[in-house]
C-alpha cells in the first residue's frame, strides 16, 4: 500500500518535470531544443510506466482479503452460522475482515469488536 503511493508520487513528480521541461522549450531557445524535449519525453514516459505497473499490477486489497477468508474458513461451516462472541448475534461475512493475518469480527448488533487468535470455535 506504502509502496504504491510512493509510486504516485515519483510519478506524479516526473511526469510534472517532464511537463516542464517540454514547457521552457519556446523559452529556453533553439540550441536546447534536444536536450530538454529528451529529458521531458523521457521524464513523462517514466512517470507514465510507473503509474501503468503499480495500476496493473497493484493487488486488489479488497478481493485478497475475500479469498483469504474463504481459504481459512472450515469446509463444512459456513461464515453465516458465524454468532458474536458478546450478544450472540448472527454475523454475516460483512463482519468478518481479516487485519494482519488475524480473523477481525466487527458486531453490526452490539457494536463490539474482538480478534479470533487460535483454533476458532465457530
Ligand atoms: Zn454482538
Given at each position: 500500500m506504502v509502496g504504491r503511493i510512493i509510486g504516485y508520487v515519483v510519478a506524479a513528480i516526473l511526469i510534472f518535470f517532464g511537463v516542464l521541461y517540454l514547457w521552457s522549450i519556446p523559452a529556453a531557445g533553439p540550441d536546447q531544443l534536444v536536450p530538454r524535449l529528451i529529458v521531458g519525453v523521457i521524464s513523462l514516459a517514466i512517470g507514465v510506466v510507473i503509474i501503468w505497473v503499480v495500476r496493473t499490477r497493484g493487488p486488489a486489497p479488497v478481493q485478497q482479503i475475500t479469498q483469504q477468508i474463504d481459504l481459512e474458513?472450515?469446509?463444512?461451516?459456513?461464515?453465516?452460522k458465524l454468532k458474536c462472541q458478546s450478544c450472540g448475534g448472527e454475523l454475516s461475512k460483512d463482519d468478518v475482515s481479516l487485519v494482519q493475518g488475524a480473523v477481525m469480527i466487527s458486531c453490526p448488533y452490539c457494536g463490539s469488536t474482538y480478534q479470533i487468535t487460535e483454533e476458532p470455535k465457530w
Open positions: 474458513m472450515p469446509g463444512e461451516i459456513s461464515v453465516d
